[in-house]
């Protein structure tokens, strides 16, 4: 399973690294407009006759790059709440189980949309805001996790072990505790690295996301949507490349479970 | 050098409260090495822990710690936290112990790190010690490739490497078959000199360590004596009874269980279990000296009269 996830994603890795052979994504040809898939242009082109596979793999490097940031900021963010959470307990942990309830209580995708809405009202549109927005509600996950391992793993010998050679409650909390957190969280951050795809992807798709000239997967479905029935690879492509990726994701996630 | 003084452990339980440490008194002078035996759940740990105050925030001490003239229990966190690095080493039970992510030689590094000496000269040092204990060439290896035994010299290494006025081991031969045993021994014969207060339940091993043994029974100290006086004339029923239980001394063990350290029972807490139990053990006998040890028993209150 690690295999067959891996390797979906380093296709999706090395062909949107390609990108640049297939072609400037944003040339205008209004004469090429439409067109279905053929030699000259593999996944056709869209409305103004931009060629579709260098928008998709151009799409592609958006969409990993800013899932990939997303995620690991939220890992960054969650894993020393969840760890200061489960570490100092007490007043601390309660104050910090009920803002995570919160967050918890409210859909996330509505919270995006939210929170892009508002700052992109104050501080103009910029791929920053979906970046923050979507890390302010996705860090949950990890601190609920990193709580629950610090929790178990605080009660272990080589923590009492370091607490008697006399180290610090931050020494141990970052040199004993967090690194044996390392498994769980792998895997938590791969199968996330999926769902903050489909996030961005259907606030692409809203279009609240990433915003044009920038090619991104949900917004160039989203642009699609009006020819589906005539020019329906225009949606098709970018589609499949975001079930693709998930699919990879997930698979991977999985099988690193299955293998800790 | 240590004096501890009516050093009482009370933890919180659903059922009531637990006195697993009650009133206990004894001192471990300079240069010695200072044994307790007693039975799991006798408290040993629990003192133990409680003397470099690691226990969890449910436990309440109370009594005094006096360690080179200072009360530990009323130190701050920090100062305490400078006495478990550099004065009183206190080696946690069992191989567990042991960061499984951090290679032996830099975790056995870790209390010269936090003492923050120059690099090179903490390497230097942990690799002497680990060369010493027969474990040199384990340096760059996680735990889990080494062996209980192994693993009981590097804690052993991490302990003596801050190079501290006493070590307290937590049952160092916990789980150890007699041939890992052995090296324990050894490693702790080549220690010289150095204050020590060893806590087990392995008698065999008592005898090759210790100079002085403390017997504790349901939080209490039953007996204190001399080692060769204790293997050889135990006084106390309950150490005879320890004793007598060995496989080379009859294999008797002492008949019925240890009491619940919630509800015990008036007077001698032993007094259920002994055969020379009178009407007078109803009442909670004194600790009498006795040719220079000190025993917990009516036996030899009328000896003194």
């Known amino acids: 399973m690690v295999f067959t996830g891996g390797g979906i994603i380093l296709c999706i890795l090395i062909l949107s690294c390609l990108a640049p052979i297939a072609g400037d994504p944003c040339s205008v040809n209004m004469d090429e407009r439409l067109s279905p898939p053929s030699f000259k242009h593999p996944f056709g082109t869209d409305q103004l006759g931009r060629d579709m596979l260098s928008r998709v793999l151009h799409g592609g490097r958006v969409s990993l790059i800013v899932a990939i940031t997303i995620s690991l900021l939220s890992m960054v963010v969650g894993c020393f709440v969840g760890a200061v959470s489960g570490y100092f307990g007490g007043v601390v942990d309660d104050v910090i189980g009920r803002i995570v309830d919160v967050f918890m209580s409210i859909p996330e995708i509505v919270l995006n949309i939210a929170m892009v809405g508002v700052f992109c009202a104050v501080y103009g549109v910029s791929t920053f805001i979906v970046i923050f927005a979507v890390v302010f509600t996705n860090w949950v996950g990890y601190a609920r996790l990193m709580r629950g391992m610090v929790l178990s793993l605080k009660e272990r010998e080589f923590v009492l072990c370091a607490k008697a050679i006399g180290a610090g409650e931050w020494y141990i909390l970052f040199r004993h505790i967090i690194p044996n957190a390392a498994g769980p969280l792998i895997v938590l951050a791969t199968l996330n690295i999926g769902n903050v795809i489909m996030t961005i992807a259907s606030l692409g798709f809203l279009g609240l996301g990433i915003q044009p000239p920038i090619p991104e997967w949900g917004q160039i479905l989203n642009s699609g949507k009006n020819y589906i029935t005539t020019a329906p690879w225009i949606s098709f492509f970018p589609g499949l490349f975001i079930a693709l990726s998930v699919l990879g994701f997930n698979i991977l996630g999985e099988g690193l479970n299955a293998e800790s | ?305």
């Open chain 2, 1 to 305: 050098m240590l004096k501890v003084e009516n050093l009482v452990v009370r933890f919180k339980s659903r059922v009531g409260v637990v006195r697993a440490v009650d009133g206990v008194n004894f001192d471990v002078v300079s240069g010695e090495r200072f044994v307790f035996v007693g039975e799991s759940g006798s408290g040993k740990t629990v003192l133990a822990m409680a003397l470099v105050r690691l226990l969890p925030n449910n436990a309440t001490v109370t009594g005094r710690v006096i360690f080179d003239g200072v009360d530990l229990l009323k130190l701050s966190e920090k100062e305490m936290r400078k006495v478990r690095n550099c004065k009183i080493a206190y080696i946690p039970q069992n191989q567990a112990s042991l960061n499984p992510l951090m290679k032996v030689g830099y975790q056995c590094a870790e209390p010269l790190v936090e003492q923050g000496l120059e690099r090179g000269r903490i390497m230097r040092k942990v690799s002497e010690l680990l060369e010493f204990f027969g474990i040199g060439h384990r340096f760059k290896d996680y735990p889990h490739k080494l062996s209980g035994g192994m693993r009981q010299r590097a804690l052993l290494v991490m302990g003596l490497s801050r190079e501290p006025e006493m070590i307290i081991a937590d049952e160092p031969t916990k789980g150890l078959d007699a041939v890992k045993r052995e090296q324990v021994v050894e490693a702790f014969q080549k220690l010289g000199r150095r204050t020590l207060m060893v806590i087990t339940h392995d008698l065999p091993f008592a005898e090759k360590v210790a100079d002085r043994i403390a017997v504790m029974y349901c939080g209490k100290i039953v007996e204190i004596s001399p080692a060769r006086e204790f293997f050889d004339c135990p006084l106390h029923p309950y150490s005879k009874g320890l004793l007598e239980s060995l496989p080379e001394r009859g294999m008797n063990p002492i008949k019925g269980f240890q009491p619940s350290l919630v509800n015990l029972p008036e007077g001698c807490r032993f007094r259920e279990r002994c055969d020379l139990s009178t009407a007078r053990c109803a009442e909670e006998p004194p600790l009498l000296e006795v040719d220079g040890s000190l025993v917990r028993c009516w036996l030899y209150a009328d000896e003194m009269c």
